[in-house]
């Protein structure tokens, strides 16, 4: 059974840090895209950021809003990926939830159609 576990969610003020962790099990961690998405009450599902496989080097994505601030990264002896986020706005407050996604060319991993999908986090940042 595939399972991913989102951690390190909080309340946290703005401008201040969080990382969150995506720990995996039951599957081939390194031949999988990492995603993490978040999502908001009456709002879709979006893609935050991801990081490909080791296949595909690893290679980042992410959107636009949080470039400069997020940064993923993966352990893959640890079968673990993080999104370590600074200088947190309020618009950043989501519930936020990593998932797995085994064919991913370019940034498809950061479209929500990913193969499994974990529990999520809150995230909420004060202004």
């Known amino acids: 059974e595939v399972q991913l576990q989102a951690s390190g969610g909080g309340l946290v003020q703005a401008g201040g840090s969080l990382r969150l962790s995506c720990a995996a099990s039951g599957l081939r961690f390194d031949d999988y895209a990492i995603g993490w998405f978040r999502q908001t009450p009456g709002k879709e599902r979006e893609g935050v950021s991801c990081?490909?496989?080791?296949?595909?080097?690893?290679?980042?994505y992410y959107r636009d809003s949080v470039k400069g601030r997020f940064t993923i990264s993966r352990d893959n002896a640890k079968k673990t990926a993080y999104l370590q986020m600074n200088s947190l706005k309020p618009e950043d407050t989501a519930v936020y939830y990593c998932?797995?996604?085994?064919?991913?060319?370019?940034?498809?991993?950061?479209?929500?159609?990913?193969?499994?999908w974990g529990k999520g986090t809150l995230v909420t940042v004060s202004s």
């Open positions: 998932a797995a996604l085994g064919l991913s060319i370019g940034s498809m991993c950061l479209e929500p159609s990913m193969d499994y």
């Open positions: 990081i490909s496989s080791s296949r595909s080097s690893g290679s980042t």
